[in-house]
């Protein structure tokens, strides 16, 4: 694969993370934001899905909300907007299951 493709592919794998972090400030409903991610990962997941896709978004969402907990325990972290058990926004652990899936599939087309 030529070193355009790599990069023309990178691009589309990241494009749903862009549009849910640009959604952020935009939609102010946490219940709501996380519908719609719900949907854009779907529609992600229809126009592409590869081996092991759901099981690393699935290990970026639980590992992350763990590992926030931890940040937010210990200080380091503080979210307004904290509609997951008073701590972190709804909608986060969804962004993250899906940027594991996306850096996954750009390790995969860097062949690292």
Request: net charge positive; aromatic share 18%.
């Amino acid at each position: 694969m030529k070193l355009i493709d790599k990069i023309i592919n990178i691009i589309f794998n990241t494009i749903p993370i862009l549009v849910m972090i640009g959604l952020i400030p935009i939609i102010q409903n946490d219940y709501f934001l996380t519908v719609l991610y719900v949907g854009i990962i779907f529609i992600s997941f229809l126009a592409k899905k590869e081996r092991g896709d759901i099981f690393i978004f699935f290990f970026g969402f639980f590992v992350m909300i763990l590992s926030e907990m931890i940040f937010i325990s210990t200080g380091v972290e503080t979210f307004v907007r904290n509609s997951l058990f008073g701590l972190m926004p709804l909608w986060l652990p969804f962004l993250w299951g899906y940027g594991f899936v996306a850096i996954k599939r750009g390790l995969k087309i860097l062949e690292i």
